[in-house]
């Protein structure tokens, strides 16, 4: 007996639902044919050009872009809402304790128990406008758990958030404790706007699995953030930058390589399930990288060229390229960014793309609870003889 | 533009993937008409009347039934992993005092914070005998983890776990400080071994979503056990009881019912996506809440009998039946648990069967990325032109 028999006749999915459109969404959109990108219908390349985090955000999460007047109010309520609830600053010692610095996990842990200091329950058991505000709270905390965390992990003492700096100052100042300059903030700002959303990958994803249980933000982005430590997910950067240490010189790039693909292994930063083409985060991060005049982006131009042409001569059709953790690691390090702190930071602008997922799944929720095609030994099987009923 | 335009034509799934199948697996399945649901072939119902927690667990796991000799080995090195590694007990006063006894929320910071102690690392990153091992010492302490933080959530003293208990007997010592007796080992070793697994409900493929990213089993475990929390997943069982209490007399049930679904509330504890008959775990809870003469087992059943009528005639076609949270809280009390711990001891069951989907996900894994259909406005909207753009 199957599932199929008893069911009728379900729909079997491509593994990993490549291809399955799961749900409609007004938030986001990936082209991958066309290379392009938006969210809510804005060209998200064009708002990481020419906004701020708070414009992205605010779109994000309400819907709309903000005027100049409700800009500043949201970035005034949002940078309140930096402060960390008494009973989670205490225990970030303790969880920095347990993971190295730039852990995803802890990470993990410490915004599970802001979540809970914050009061989140079941939304079920909300009113939307709480549901919103946690929603809110949650990304405004997310940088501020992973900079104290981070130093913590390191040695050093926490830095506190300053609410009279913008989104990004704020950030690199509570990791490096000084304020930064114009060009690390331009890129951070950038690389922070790319990346609050793409469609329904895979935190995305499990973000609205756990949010259709009815349960509470903490649960939703404690999962969430799980799926992005992942490294088929968020966990690339810093080992893409591990891959550009690895081939050290231009001349190097082409034979290391070439043994690597020959030998099986996945190149880090190449290919995505969406864009077969350039993947259009990539672009703008490069362009950035350049502007800056990151040491580092020669090198990655000959390698992201190398790789490219032995990809295509090596693994035909299969239309890899650099992909957004590609440029990543050298955007954040022009920003001052240490790499443990890569994927830590992508959370810090995902969390945003998250939310806003969530607050529209659960405007209109049904549970994700899909099938499962079994095929392993025929049912029922006989239990061993000697196992007898058990009585109370 | 859509993704539909883009892509080639994705297939859309019904709402909360209802009916698609999205993996093939060995682990278990259910067969929703038939009312019958196994664990790797084995009928769930057979083993839960004659086996125990160990069996159903080494099955889970390591694939086959125990002989009686593995039974006693795994039943020994499990009660050994009961010990929480050094910097989690200390944590957990803390987290408890983040939120009430018995929450999901707190099980949940302390699970994630237990798997660093363990030191789990992105799977990717990792040897299969260490996942697998991970898997089991998790499972082990997730008991642990419940009935301490619920102890010191009470104002309780935590009680240590002891290796010569058995599993259940060790779970209930914990959180009542008492060995219980053979009757409440009888009722909650039926409980925890019915739902152990259950196809791909909403947990376990949050859990399996989560592991195809590449993420630790500590990312993995708090992801869903999130999802768990949701009260349409298993958050459930205590909103059961709160019913029962409402209802208060045999008399109640009937007018009492009938009010909440012409209100058009959800009843807790009936209908389920997949059974369209008697769900097969709530018969066995109903059997055993009756062989211990429990208390409250006759209203259950005239509020489950009035209920399935009163459905039937209000919600013709719907087939509502009984779920595996209407009599699980029944049976709970009986086992001496307070209500606050319903769903922690759903958790304790249900991650033999995550960590059983998890390493079957990553033993032949394709990362779930799925899509969405665009339907808001459409792209590219023009942004406003006070936007400048941003210069490093």
Redesign the interface.
């Known amino acids: 007996?199957?599932?199929?028999e008893?069911?009728?006749a379900?729909?079997?999915?491509p593994?990993?639902?490549?291809?399955?459109?799961?749900?409609?969404?007004?938030?986001?959109?990936?082209?991958?044919?066309?290379g392009?990108y938006?969210y809510?219908?804005?060209?998200a390349v064009?708002?990481a050009?020419?906004?701020r985090v708070e414009?992205a955000w605010h779109l994000l999460l309400h819907g709309e872009?903000p005027t100049?007047r409700q800009r500043a109010e949201f970035a005034a309520a949002t940078a309140a809402w930096r402060a960390l609830p008494a009973?989670v600053g205490?225990?970030l010692p303790?969880?920095a304790?347990?993971?190295p610095p730039g852990?995803?996990?802890?990470l993990?842990?410490a915004v599970?128990?802001a979540?809970?200091?914050i009061g989140?329950r079941?939304w079920?058991?909300q009113t939307d406008a709480e549901t919103t505000e946690q929603a809110a709270r949650l990304s405004a905390m997310m940088p501020v758990l992973a900079a104290q965390l981070f130093r913590l992990a390191s040695g050093q003492e926490p830095v506190q958030p300053r609410p009279d700096l913008g989104y990004s100052d704020n950030y690199l100042y509570m990791i490096t404790g000084r304020i930064p300059d114009?060009?690390a903030r331009?890129?951070l700002?950038?690389y922070l706007m790319l990346t609050i959303d793409h469609?329904?990958?895979?935190?995305t994803?499990?973000a609205r699995?756990?949010?259709?249980?009815?349960?509470?933000l903490?649960?939703?982005t404690?999962?969430?953030?799980?799926?992005?430590?992942?490294?088929?997910?968020?966990?690339a950067p810093a080992r893409v930058f591990d891959m550009l240490d690895a081939i050290g010189t231009r001349e190097n790039a082409e034979p290391w390589l070439r043994h690597e693909i020959e030998s099986g292994r996945v190149l880090m930063g190449f290919g995505h399930?969406?864009y077969k083409t350039i993947d259009p985060r990539s672009q703008l991060l490069h362009e950035?990288a350049r502007?800056?005049h990151s040491e580092r982006v020669e090198l990655a131009e000959v390698v992201e060229k190398t790789a490219v042409e032995l990809l295509a001569e090596l693994k035909p059709g299969r239309d890899l390229y650099a992909n957004v953790e590609f440029y990543a690691g050298v955007v954040l390090e022009a920003a001052g960014l240490p790499r443990e702190m890569f994927t830590s930071t992508f959370a810090c602008s995902r969390i945003i793309g998250w939310m806003a997922n969530v607050l529209e799944q659960i405007a209109d929720n049904?549970?994700?609870?899909?099938?499962?095609?079994?095929?392993?030994?025929?049912?029922?099987?006989e239990?061993?003889g000697?196992?007898?009923?058990?009585?109370?």
Chains 1, 2 share one sequence.
């Open positions: 007996m199957t599932a199929a008893d069911a009728s379900p729909y079997e999915a593994a990993g639902l490549a291809g399955v459109s799961v749900a409609r969404t007004k938030v986001s959109d990936v082209l991958g044919r066309k392009f938006h809510r219908g804005y060209n064009d708002i050009r020419r906004g414009d872009l100049p009973g205490d225990l303790a969880i304790r347990l993971s852990s995803l996990a802890s993990r842990t599970s128990a979540a809970q200091a989140c079941p079920t058991d114009d060009r331009y890129a700002e950038r469609g329904f990958n895979n935190s994803f499990t699995v756990i949010a259709s249980s009815g349960a509470d903490g649960a939703i404690a999962g969430a953030l799980g799926a992005l430590s992942g490294p088929f997910h968020g966990g399930r969406i950035v502007e800056l049904r549970i994700y609870r899909p099938l499962a095609h079994y095929d392993g030994p025929e049912a029922p099987r239990l061993p000697f196992w007898q009923p058990a009585t109370p």
